[in-house]
Every structure is written in structure tokens, then in C-alpha cells.
């Protein structure tokens, strides 16, 4: 599992800093979080590949999260097959992107899926074979949603001692039991996967909240996450602008992650109001109020090893 930060900035692309939108990439699939204006550059400067994005999450439908998504649509439909898409997102997404498809006439060689966040929804927004992605509203000047990526449990470990206890030999026998098949020993004796393998082990978990005041689901949605993304906008001082306008802070950031017990965090829709070189400064500011935060950076990968 690998992260790809295609921006951290918030609010208009700068030529410093595009916009925060983020591929995760697992087993071949990409899955894309926001599209502002511009993402198609970093998907192309990424090489993240169109082809194989498989999901598009949007937050809320502010320019800076959903303008960039025409263009990534059409940057889509360059290639031969891609295979259709899932986009997910808030209510009227589905209307944003078919009104804006009528009035630019473009065409598209794919079927789109869309999700509408409503109420009565499951918090599960999506899932396939190798993932799940859930969402939960957060607090903003429109509606806003942020998102929880769970990968998928993997099987337990292969209990080798167990094995040579129940007398398998090693080889193609122990294989079909780590593939969940049952076997049968020379004597007749049926051996169940379940006796040789442990318990099933939790997959990598990620966090993409953006654009908020400090709430229970953004702490919810970062609960002990792997890797959170998580909206640093302002430095501290900017507390009470970054109130009214339903922003976070450096430090609201830093004390989400410290309380939800991520294992990492990564500070996002940084403000345009700091030039390249105040990033060291925000970065010092992050730093000392919380070991593991950092600042994001565009085009950044992130690997994200399993827990274990
Ligand atoms: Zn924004
Ligand atoms: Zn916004």
C-alpha cells in the first residue's frame, strides 16, 4: 500500500503548491481523494495512472476539491478499456459531474457509478475485494465528508510447530492449507486450514480528513490509523480565523493525531497565505507539538508496511 500526495495546498492551486488530493495504490488500483483544480497535472507528474483508478471520493464540492475532476475524467477516457469508475461523494455530486459532461459535451468511454452520502447510508461507502471506505460528515461551511480506508484482514500466519505436530510435510500439502483448502494425510487424517493458521490479521488503515472544524468523527475517522491525512491549514496564531471559516489549524491537527492515536500524520491543505519557504516553519511547528506529524508535500510517496 502506497500513498501519493498529488498536492497539499488548499484553496487555489499556487505554482509552489497545487491542491491536496491523494492516490492510495493497493494491488494494482488506484483510488483518488478530492480533485481540485489541477489534479490531472500530479496524476500525470505521479505516474499514479488513470487506467487503473478504479475510485474517485470527493469531499464536498468546493472549487478546490471537484473542479479538477472534468479533467480527470477526460484524461481517462484517453485510454483504450479503462473499466468503469465508482466516484463517491456528497449530495448533487452526481449532478455536478453530468451537468458539467452536458454543457462541455465532452464523451467518456467508461461507465461511472455514483454513491451519494445520505443519511439513511451504511458507513460503509465502498468496498471491494481488496478494501473497504467509509465516511462520516464532518463540520464545514458546506457539507463535507471525511474518509477511512480499512484494507481488507489478511489470513493469520502459517503455525509451523502446529504443522510438524500434525505431522505435514512440508511442500505443496501446507500450501492448499494456507489457501483455506483442507487436506488429507497419507493415514486419511482430514487436516482443516483453521488448525495450522492464526488468527486473521488486521489490514493497513488510512485517514483523509480535510476542510473541518475539530470533531468526534474526524477522531473517529483517524482512530490509531496507519497513516492520517489531516487538514493543517493555519499556524497556530490564525486559531479564531481558522474557526469562522471551519478550518483546522497546525495544532488541532497535531491533537487529533496525538488523541486518535495515529501512527503517523500528514498535514494537509496547507493555506495559500505561506510561500514555499515558510514550509520549514510549519513543519517546526508541527514537529513540536507532535513527534509524528510532518508537513505534506506535493508529490510525495508515502509507504504505508503493515502494522505487524
Ligand atoms: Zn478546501
Ligand atoms: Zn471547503
Given at each position: 500500500?502506497?500513498?501519493?500526495?498529488?498536492?497539499?495546498?488548499?484553496?487555489?492551486?499556487?505554482h509552489?503548491?497545487?491542491?491536496?488530493?491523494l492516490?492510495?495504490?493497493?494491488?494494482?488500483?488506484?483510488?483518488?481523494f478530492?480533485?481540485?483544480?489541477?489534479?490531472?497535472?500530479?496524476?500525470?507528474?505521479?505516474?499514479?495512472?488513470?487506467?487503473?483508478?478504479?475510485?474517485?471520493?470527493?469531499?464536498?464540492?468546493?472549487?478546490?476539491?471537484?473542479?479538477?475532476?472534468?479533467?480527470?475524467?477526460?484524461?481517462?477516457?484517453?485510454?483504450?478499456?479503462?473499466?468503469?469508475?465508482?466516484?463517491?461523494?456528497?449530495?448533487?455530486?452526481?449532478?455536478?459531474?453530468?451537468?458539467?459532461r452536458?454543457?462541455?459535451?465532452?464523451?467518456?468511454?467508461?461507465?461511472i457509478?455514483?454513491?451519494?452520502?445520505?443519511?439513511?447510508?451504511?458507513?460503509?461507502?465502498?468496498?471491494?475485494?481488496?478494501?473497504?471506505?467509509?465516511?462520516?460528515?464532518?463540520?464545514?461551511?458546506?457539507?463535507?465528508?471525511?474518509?477511512?480506508?480499512?484494507?481488507?484482514?489478511?489470513?493469520?500466519?502459517?503455525?509451523?510447530?502446529?504443522?510438524?505436530?500434525l505431522?505435514i510435510?512440508?511442500?505443496?500439502?501446507?500450501?492448499?492449507?494456507?489457501?483455506?483448502?483442507?487436506?488429507?494425510?497419507?493415514?486419511?487424517?482430514?487436516?482443516?486450514?483453521?488448525?495450522?493458521?492464526?488468527?486473521?490479521?488486521?489490514?493497513?488503515?488510512?485517514?483523509?480528513?480535510?476542510?473541518?472544524?475539530?470533531?468526534?468523527?474526524?477522531?473517529?475517522?483517524c482512530?490509531?490509523?496507519?497513516?492520517?491525512?489531516?487538514?493543517?491549514?493555519?499556524?497556530?496564531?490564525?486559531?479564531?480565523?481558522?474557526?469562522?471559516?471551519?478550518?483546522?489549524t497546525?495544532?488541532?491537527?497535531?491533537?487529533?493525531?496525538?488523541?486518535?492515536n495515529?501512527?503517523?500524520?500528514?498535514?494537509?491543505?496547507?493555506?495559500p497565505?505561506?510561500?514555499?519557504?515558510d514550509?520549514?516553519?510549519?513543519?517546526?511547528?508541527?514537529?513540536?507539538?507532535?513527534?509524528?506529524?510532518?508537513?505534506?508535500?506535493?508529490?510525495?510517496?508515502?509507504?504505508?508496511?503493515?502494522?505487524?
Amino acid at each position: 500500500m502506497e500513498c501519493v500526495l498529488l498536492g497539499s495546498g488548499g484553496m487555489m492551486p499556487m505554482h509552489y503548491r497545487m491542491l491536496t488530493a491523494l492516490v492510495v495504490r493497493l494491488k494494482g488500483c488506484n483510488y483518488l481523494f478530492d480533485s481540485g483544480e489541477g489534479t490531472q497535472i500530479g496524476m500525470k507528474a505521479s505516474k499514479a495512472g488513470v487506467k487503473s483508478l478504479r475510485v474517485l471520493a470527493v469531499t464536498h464540492l468546493h472549487a478546490d476539491h471537484c473542479l479538477g475532476i472534468p479533467g480527470v475524467l477526460m484524461l481517462r477516457a484517453q485510454v483504450e478499456n479503462p473499466g468503469p469508475l465508482t466516484i463517491i461523494g456528497p449530495p448533487k455530486i452526481e449532478q455536478f459531474i453530468t451537468q458539467t459532461r452536458e454543457t462541455l459535451d465532452f464523451t467518456i468511454n467508461y461507465n461511472i457509478e455514483f454513491i451519494e452520502w445520505s443519511p439513511d447510508h451504511s458507513e460503509i461507502a465502498y468496498q471491494d475485494e481488496s478494501l473497504k471506505i467509509l465516511w462520516a460528515p464532518l463540520k464545514h461551511s458546506t457539507f463535507c465528508l471525511g474518509y477511512r480506508i480499512e484494507e481488507n484482514h489478511r489470513p493469520g500466519r502459517f503455525l509451523v510447530e502446529q504443522a510438524e505436530k500434525l505431522g505435514i510435510p512440508p511442500g505443496p500439502l501446507r500450501g492448499m492449507l494456507q489457501r483455506g483448502q483442507s487436506i488429507h494425510l497419507d493415514d486419511g487424517t482430514e487436516i482443516r486450514s483453521e488448525q495450522v493458521m492464526g488468527e486473521p490479521r488486521r489490514g493497513r488503515c488510512l485517514a483523509y480528513v480535510v476542510d473541518t472544524e475539530p470533531t468526534e468523527n474526524v477522531l473517529r475517522l483517524c482512530d490509531r490509523a496507519d497513516m492520517a491525512f489531516i487538514e493543517g491549514m493555519y499556524l497556530p496564531d490564525l486559531e479564531q480565523e481558522a474557526r469562522i471559516k471551519q478550518h483546522m489549524t497546525i495544532d488541532d491537527a497535531t491533537r487529533i493525531a496525538i488523541s486518535a492515536n495515529v501512527h503517523q500524520a500528514v498535514l494537509v491543505h496547507i493555506s495559500p497565505r505561506y510561500k514555499a519557504s515558510d514550509l520549514p516553519e510549519l513543519e517546526k511547528t508541527a514537529k513540536s507539538a507532535c513527534e509524528k506529524a510532518e508537513m505534506g508535500i506535493d508529490l510525495n510517496r508515502y509507504h504505508i508496511p503493515f502494522p505487524d
